[in-house]
T-cell receptor, first 112, second 111 residues
Framework: KAGVTQTPRYLIKTRGQQVTLSCSPI?????VSWYQQTPGQGLQFLFE???????NKGNFPGRFSGRQFSNSRSEMNVSTLELGDSALYLC???????????FGQGTRLTVV | KQEVTQIPAALSVPEGENLVLNCSFT??????LQWFRQDPGKGLTSLLL?????REQTSGRLNASLDKSSGRSTLYIAASQPGDSATYLC??????????FGRGTSLIVHP
């Protein structure tokens, strides 16, 4: 069974640009969550989607948005990039809210 | 608001030692607790999931226990190996269904 796949693995963007990250969950998993990881803040929850609906949202500005498609694949978009958005972005999939979370390898975003 | 603390923050041990990593949480109303390892620059690898009704889970050299009433979980690593070097994180899944992560324990096992 294939794991969680995130693309691309690495990205370099310029301040002010926007970026879209993709996450394909494990087959059968309907919940996809996104996290931002930085050395200073650790793992911070961005949002969770379940069956195409955003179920939970963390404390991030509106520049961070996401969506989930009918096949459970999810995308995360960050607009008007800032230097502080440089981080490892991780997505995780679960069968249900109480299930084990399985993570992808992450997308390393560098904003210059 | 759930808070998760992991102690110690860093640990360096010689190969072969048995280790205990600690995770404490402030709100005992949880569904489950999950332990992960993370290698530098990589994603998180799930190690063990303990449901709130369980006391412990085992996988190979790893054993995780959960004491919900005291808000504590421990990850026991037997006969540590250099390949165990990584950061170990615990995540508590509570009523909001948003897992709360600790900051992790950075483990180095030297030959």
């Amino acid at each position: 069974k294939a794991g969680v796949t995130q693309t691309p693995r690495y990205l370099i963007k310029t301040r002010g640009q926007q970026v879209t990250l993709s996450c394909s969950p494990i087959s059968g998993h309907r919940s996809v969550s996104w996290y931002q990881q930085t050395p200073g803040q650790g793992l911070q929850f961005l949002f969770e989607y379940f069956s195409e609906t955003q179920r939970n949202k963390g404390n991030f500005p509106g520049r961070f948005s996401g969506r989930q498609f009918s096949n459970s694949r999810s995308e995360m978009n960050v607009s008007t990039l800032e230097l502080g958005d440089s981080a490892l972005y991780l997505c995780a999939s679960r069968t249900s809210a109480e299930g084990a979370a399985f993570f992808g390898q992450g997308t390393r975003l560098t904003v210059v | 608001k759930q808070e998760v603390t992991q102690i110690p923050a860093a640990l360096s041990v010689p190969e072969g030692e048995n280790l205990v990593l600690n995770c404490s949480f402030t709100d005992s109303a949880i569904y489950n607790l999950q332990w992960f390892r993370q290698d530098p620059g990589k994603g998180l690898t799930s190690l063990l999931l303990i449901q709130s009704s369980q006391r412990e889970q085992t996988s190979g050299r790893l054993n995780a226990s959960l004491d919900k009433s005291s808000g504590r979980s421990t990850l026991y690593i037997a006969a540590s190996q250099p390949g165990d070097s990584a950061t170990y994180l615990c995540a508590v899944n509570g009523g909001s269904y948003i897992p709360t992560f600790g900051r992790g324990t950075s483990l180095i096992v030297h030959p």
